[in-house]
């Protein structure tokens, strides 16, 4: 595609169900990566994929996040049991490569947790 | 690991005049890259200008330098001729040349462009 996707734009849920956040990122791209961004705060890491290496998960909050990447292309955020401190925009980027030093961002996914 | 500092959560600025935007960070690194971004109220982050650790020259991008000392950690933005279009978040990022790939942000800072 021309630039990350991301779906959906909004989403609101209760609190205790569990939400699955979609990035389809620029075709080719093999470096991908998952941040969440709270208000008046700066973007916390989550995950990174590269290529077919195992993912960098160092940056998952709980076990009730997970994320996967099918075919070395679109990639799923699910959070389980969302609670209401998860309520975030939630924003996935894609890079060429591991050494292209441009991330190229979606618009991101703003969660609400009520 | 790295940490990014923005110590400005707000700054203003008239129209057609300058701004300068903080940013320090902390690393053991040598070679790394520094990034701003701007995050218009449409949430997609635009890359603004990217510096090299390794150079000394300061990055340049039409109205936008960056002011960067490697020994002190601080890699400032300046923006000239400010326009409306430039009103947004501006963060600060942080991308190690080596193992482990992923970006550190400041906490942003929010520009206003007063007309």
């Known amino acids: 595609g021309a630039g990350v996707s991301q779906s959906p734009s909004n989403k609101v849920t209760e609190k205790g169900k569990d939400v699955e956040l979609r990035c389809d990122p620029i075709s080719g791209h093999t470096a991908l990566y998952w941040y969440r961004q709270s208000l008046g705060q700066g973007l916390e890491f989550l995950i990174y994929f590269q290529g077919n290496s195992a993912p960098d998960k160092s940056g998952l909050p709980s076990d009730r996040f997970s994320a996967e990447r099918t075919g070395g292309s679109v990639s799923t955020l699910t959070i389980q049991r969302t609670q209401q401190e998860d309520s975030a925009v939630y924003l996935c980027?894609?890079?060429?490569?591991?050494?292209?030093?441009?991330?190229?961002f979606g618009q991101g996914t703003r969660l609400t947790v009520v | 690991a790295q940490t990014v500092t923005q110590s400005q959560p707000e700054m203003s600025v008239q129209e057609a005049e300058t701004v300068t935007l903080s940013c320090t960070y902390d690393?053991?690194?040598?070679?790394?890259?520094l990034f701003w971004y701007k995050q218009p109220p449409s949430r997609q982050m635009i890359l603004v200008i990217r510096q090299e650790a390794y150079k000394q020259q300061n990055a340049t991008e039409n109205r936008f330098s960056v002011n960067f000392q490697k020994a002190a950690k601080s890699f400032s933005l300046k923006i000239s001729d400010s326009q409306l279009g430039d009103a947004a978040m501006y963060f600060c990022a942080y991308r190690s040349r080596g193992a482990g790939n992923q970006f550190y942000f400041g906490t942003g800072t929010s520009l206003t462009v007063i007309p």
């Open positions: 690393t053991s690194e040598s070679d790394y890259y």
């Open positions: 980027a894609s890079s060429l490569d591991r050494v292209t030093t441009e991330a190229f």
